[in-house]
């Protein structure tokens, strides 16, 4: 496994990580014991870095990560980036320094650990992430030794490049994956020129990018990729990338044409991702061992073909660009 500085942290981590939204169930039902199989199979492939949220399952990922380090030999290895900040709505006023202090408690709590190594805000209004006293804020948490780090999840390459203008920012969270290449254009290279560290989210599109989804694949009901696909729940680029799933499934096909032999459309995707300069780790998700050895074998694959990059942009331009570019 493939590793780097996770930006400012000055912590080194696999380059790929794993996102843990599913451990708290939130892409239908995951048991605990289910959960523990996950990360052991992901430790045991070389990950390091985990990346959960205080409101997975209502802090049931942090949980489940918190009971596996602290029964886990190799637990003091693993770097852990939570977030907070979607515990109340999504307002200005409600980011200050008695709820970053009360979230991250609770969080040190669910986690069992004194020093958080990495907290990001999650996803929060373009006024939080341009706010003085938000910085302050986590500053003064940095200073009292609550949170080694601080960074911030983003929906858009704006608030992105707010953010890293920041001296005190460690690390930007961002969409970035085949369908969803604008991080390309300023982030990454801004990012990349500050030391901030980039965790690409959502690498797979939700699965899109597997190529295993027909017009026939259902998903639970309380699977967001059923329930927010009109963004009725929180921001519909978090689910499919922001893509509609019939284009999806066609980009898809597309995607799985040009795969290189040897390797699944999944790991392909992965690969492409974290072979970007400037990518401190990706972080799919997993709900089986097969998943999590798979997507940590992309951490060691070797450099990909350029007709390979060629074909990404390809899909991208033909076939979301006008769909996805402006937006997000």
Known sequence: MDTRTLGKTARTVSVIGLGTWQLGADWGDVTEAEATTVLTASVDAGVTFFDTADVYGDGRSEQIIGRFLAGSP???GITVATKMGRRVDQLPENYVLA?????????RTNLGMDTLHLVQLHCPPSAVVESNEVYDALDTLVAEGVIANYGVSVETCAQALTAIARPGIASVQIILNAFRLKPLDAVVPAARAAGVGIIARVPLASGL??????????FA???????????????????FSGVDYETGLKAAAE???IVPD?????????AWVAQIDGVSSVIPGARSVAQAEGNAAAGSIPQLSLEFNEGVQDIYDRMLRDQIHPRW
């Open 74 to 76: 190799v637990g003091d």
């Open 99 to 107: 709820n970053f202090r009360a979230w991250t408690d609770r969080s």
């Open 209 to 218: 990018l597997t190529g295993k989804y027909t017009r026939e694949t259902t």
């Open 221 to 239: 009901a309380n699977d967001h990729r059923n329930y927010n696909r009109d963004g009725s729940a929180f921001d519909v680029g978090e689910t």
């Open 255 to 257: 995607f799985a044409a």
């Open 262 to 270: 040897g390797l699944t459309p999944a790991q392909a995707a992965l």
